[in-house]
């Protein structure tokens, strides 16, 4: 069983940046499928990206692609998220998911089996 630790969120400015970590202890990471996911106050979770385990084939919503990036660090057993040009509509909880069964990822949270605790990203002027 594997358990996933978010960090990196905080404040920032709308056009500035931040890298989310997904690391992960009690299983290797390389071995699932990864997805981050947001949620705001009063909406539903939604799919951000997510990348396969073998192949590492990555996924964005069409809210993020271009500014969003999905990466594994299999050394470090670490899955990260580079956001960059954020916009206040981007402020929410992420979280990340692992599923040991998905092989290319989803952008749905419904397959994935394993959570993190989440990390606040506010985007504010």
């Known amino acids: 069983q594997v358990q996933l630790v978010e960090s990196g969120g905080g404040l920032v400015q709308p056009g500035g940046s931040l890298r989310l970590s997904c690391a992960a202890s009690?299983?290797?990471?390389?071995?699932?499928?990864i997805g981050w996911f947001r949620q705001a106050p009063g909406k539903e979770r939604e799919g951000v990206s997510c990348?396969?385990?073998?192949?590492?084939?990555?996924y964005y919503a069409d809210s993020v692609k271009g500014r969003f990036t999905i990466s594994r660090d299999i050394a470090k057993n670490t899955v990260y998220l580079q956001m960059n040009s954020l916009k206040p509509e981007d402020t929410a909880t992420y979280y990340c998911?692992?599923?040991?069964?998905?092989?290319?990822?989803?952008?749905?949270?419904?397959?994935?089996?394993?959570w993190g605790q989440g990390t606040q990203v506010t985007v504010s002027s």
């Open positions: 998911a692992a599923d040991l069964q998905l092989t290319r990822g989803s952008l749905s949270p419904r397959p994935y089996r394993y």
């Open positions: 009690g299983s290797t990471l390389a071995a699932y499928a």
């Open positions: 990348i396969g385990k073998s192949s590492g084939s990555t």
